[in-house]
Each structure stands twice: as C-alpha cells, then as structure tokens.
C-alpha cells in the first residue's frame, strides 16, 4: 500500500506499513527537502548484526490528502544508498510511515478499491461495521499484535504475531523462538528480503493452514529467516512471527489503535491460492530508457466516387514513430536449482522479452505475476548478457507444493 504525501511541501510517496514505529526517509530522488533539529543516529534490526548510520529530523510538515496533517513530525532519514527498495518495487519509492497514520485515528484499508479511510472519532461507530469481526489486539513498541491460530502441520497452536502490512509474503515464522521447531517439507533456501543490515536470507515452504478470526486460509506459504538475520532484532514478549499483506489482502481491514482492536471482513480473494514465484528469478526495475514506438496514423486518401467526378477521401491506415520512455529490467538474482539457474540463466542478465512481449511495454508487477501464474507453464526470455542476445526456455515448477507432515 503506497501513499502520496507532502514532507515539508515537496511531494514523497511512502509505504503504508504497520510494521514500523517511526517514519523513515530513503530517497529523494534528486528533490531538495530542508530538514531542521538533526541528530545522527544509528539503526539495527533485520539483515544482520551489524547498523546503519542516519539522522534524526524533528519539526517537519507532514500533509496527506490536504486532510491529514502534521506539524511536529519526526523523520528517520538513512542515509544508505542500498536502502531503497524502489528498483525492486517497480514504482518510485522514497520512505516509509507507519505508527503515525494508525495512532490516533481508526484507520480502514480497502484493497479491492485500492481506498484508506482514515475516521473522526465522531464518523467511526461500531454499529456501522456489524459486517466486520471484532479482533482484540496489543500495540506494543507501536506496533499490532494479534494471537491467532496456526497449524503447521497436524494441531493448531496460538501465535502472537505482528501485522506488518509492509510485508509482501503472508507468513513469517521464526525458528529459534519456536521450541522443538521442525521446517516443513519440502522447503528450500531462499532470500527473503532486504532490512536494515542487509540480505535477508532463509527458508520458505508451506504449513496446513492459519486461522484469522472465523476464516481458516489454506496452505500459506511461510518465509523463515535465518538465526544470522534476526540476531540484531528486538521481539516483544512472546512473538514467533508475523502476518503480511499476502493474507490481509484478502480482507478489508480497520486498524484502531487507540481501542486495541482490529476489523476484519473477507473479500472475494480469501479463497485465491497462495502463489510463489516459480521461475526463481529476482527481478529489479532499471529506471527508463528512451525507445522508439511503431504507432498506427490514419491519413486522408483520395478515392474516386463511382458515381461522379467528385473527389472523395477515405482513412488510410499508416505508420509513424514515436520516441517514449519506457522501463529497463535485470536479473538480480536466481535461486539455487530453480528452473531458471538449470538453464543458466544469471545474475546481471538484462531481461528483453517474455513469451514474445517486451519487458519494456510490462510492469515489474506483471513480470512477477507472470512467473507465479501457473505450474507447467512454458516461460520463453530473450536475455542480454555483456552485449550478446540469448534466448532461453524454462517451464514453472513449484518447489515447495504441500505435503502432509
């Protein structure tokens, strides 16, 4: 989920993500922001052992909507190139906010219209949600928790997790604060992300199923971090995981901080398999190149009339080009045994065309999509790599279909 919003008057678009407490600055994308009342500041969490350095900004304007506004707003500006995350979102990117849009005012999101309501006390009443069930949660360092069942794989068990709508995946789940934790087969070794002290890297692979109040979703793919990339974090009490946007998606959803409660009401995605990226390619979007578009023009063209010798015309198709810019793509990774490492295709390879269409006249959303379609599906590329044209041909295999544990 991404917003528009203006920091200090200059126009930013954040991640929505409850998983975070401050507001973070990443990129400005060559945008001048003034920024007053700054300290240096150091970060740790997911990624590593190691921090990063930043800089703390009290006193900024933060406008959303023209509604929403806030005059003492603290930005968390880190100042590490590697950061940003906009090449592997597909969109320009420069922060994220979280804590800050949930905590005073009950907030919904719905997905399917792609719309945030965020309420007056004196708009938000129960009674209008009577559709919507009721979950209590806990909001601690700023952030939601919600115990809720889990079944990896033959009993339930209850888990306290994060909502973190800043997660793309539906599940996260930590090893080492699960005891006698067994990974469910088959699974395989995957990166999982970027935090803040680098490559997340770990296992991924499904679990029977995950109860949200009423609705039992099926078969979740769970992402499980290595103990390497979670030894810099601090869990609150009793937390083994978190819940993504994979699984929220299939929900509207009200967030009230304030009250300790969360809303949930199933749309017609809860039932959508849980799909994965079978191609086993990690694509990131290269910025914009200038390409030469072939579009059609209708021109007058004189046709005699059979009925006189009056001059009549007639559209013509023909042909024009014209100059646009369009996105650039490369492989930025490729998992170990995938079918797109068994027909050598690597890291660094500049991706030209999928099944006949230019990558150039696709989202990096539709490229993702597309390799998480379906099973057995025939995928052909058309690759650069160091000034040579290579065409390779794999077909979508699941690495980790459910089994019985």
Known sequence: VFLDLKVNNVDLTFLLDTGVAETLLFSLENKE???????KVNFTGLGGSSYIEGIKSSKNTLVIDKHFIAD??????????????????????NGIIGYNIFKNHPTKIDFENHK?????????????????????????????????????????????????LGNSDALWLFPNRIPNFNYNRPNIDDFLGRGFNGDIYGKRSRIHAIKLGNNTLNEPIVSMPSNESVQSMNFVKDRIGSIG?????????IFDYKNSNFYIKKSKRIK??????MSGLDIKHDGMKWENDLVKVDLPKPKESAKNDNTVFTAQSDFQYKFVLKPEYSIVGVRENSPAFLVDIKKGDKLIEINGKKTSDMSLQQINELFSSEENRKIKVTLIRNSMTLSKEFVLKDPIPYQEN
């Not at 946007?245 to 959803?253: E, G, Q, W």
């Open 116 to 164: 945030i309501t965020v309420y007056n006390k004196t708009f938000f009443n129960e009674s209008k949600f009577k559709k919507f069930e009721k979950l209590p949660i806990s909001i601690e360092n700023q952030k939601p928790y919600l115990i809720t069942d889990i079944q990896q794989n033959k009993e339930f068990f209850p888990a306290k997790m994060l909502l973190d």
């Open 272 to 277: 959508d398999p849980f799909k994965f990226n």
């Open 33 to 39: 922001i003034s920024f007053e009342n700054v300290e």
């Open 72 to 93: 003492n707003h603290t930005l968390y500006i880190i100042l590490d190139e590697n950061f940003n995350f906009s090449s592997h979102v597909g969109i320009p990117v």
């Open 245 to 253: 946007s994979d699984i929220l998606k299939r929900f509207t959803v």
